[in-house]
């Protein structure tokens, strides 16, 4: 059974730094899966943060370029999100999530997270 557990939200201040991990079971973070990170702040529509492609490609929402950067530790089956220059807009439920049917990440991936509260403070 796969499964994603997401760990590492809480507060933090307005231009704090913050890292999630996401711990995966039931598979193996190769080059046939996606990987990446989505969130959902109140009121709106989830969104993707950063995804790691089936081929190893890199790809991060214009929000956040440039402030969070995602990484896999294959070896462990371990997704992080590095947050830093967080805003209060940054405040949202952040989900991990992983397909092998598609090449990259998108709203209907086949599995996700129950996700981790990011609150960010003025």
């Known amino acids: 059974e796969v499964q994603l557990v997401e760990s590492g939200g809480g507060l933090v201040q307005n231009g704090g730094s913050l890292r999630l991990s996401c711990a995966a079971s039931?598979?193996?973070?190769?080059?046939?899966?996606?990987i990446g990170w989505f969130r959902q702040a109140p009121g709106k529509e989830r969104e993707a943060v950063a995804c790691l492609s089936r081929v190893g490609d890199t790809y991060y929402g214009d929000s956040v370029k440039g402030r969070f950067t995602i990484s896999s530790n294959n070896a462990k089956n371990i997704l992080t999100l590095q947050m830093s220059s967080l805003k209060p807009e940054d405040t949202a439920v952040y989900y991990c999530?992983?397909?092998?049917?598609?090449?990259?990440?998108?709203?209907?991936?086949?599995?996700w997270g129950k996700g981790t509260l990011v609150t960010v403070s003025s």
């Open positions: 999530a992983a397909d092998q049917r598609m090449g990259f990440c998108y709203a209907g991936m086949d599995y």
């Open positions: 039931g598979f193996t973070f190769d080059d046939d899966y996606a």
